[in-house]
């Protein structure tokens, strides 16, 4: 089965914690699942954003899916995940994490999305 991914991360400043949604929809777009999580963590937006995408992909190679889109509003992922030059090592660890997950699908495409193309559905499940 074909499914999209698409995350957002909240921060959470004054607890020092942080929120991830994932929202799994099919090829037409229809919601599939949502899912949430929250850590007590205070890092970097492109950190959480990576560690969301590695914990999206963890959620679908858990429930067999074989072919993923990963949609993200990052550009900096989506160029990471295509293994274009990763500087950060916090960053590059997640990176390469999401890499060896994404080893496991049948086909795995990484693509660019406006911000504002998720954050209707995205806000729902958060």
Known sequence: MSVKIGSRIKMLDDEHALGIGVIIRDIRGHLI???TRFER???SPKIVEAFAVKEALSWLKFWYFDHVVVESDYMSIVHA????LVNDSKFNCLISDCLVLGSSFQHLSLCW?????????IHSVM
């Not at 995940?81 to 274009?84: I, P, T, V």
């Not at 406006?114 to 209707?120: T, V």
């Open 33 to 35: 699942k949502g899912l």
């Open 41 to 43: 963590a205070s890092f």
């Open 81 to 84: 995940l295509n293994r274009s």
């Open 113 to 121: 999305v406006r911000w504002l193309a998720n954050r209707e559905l």
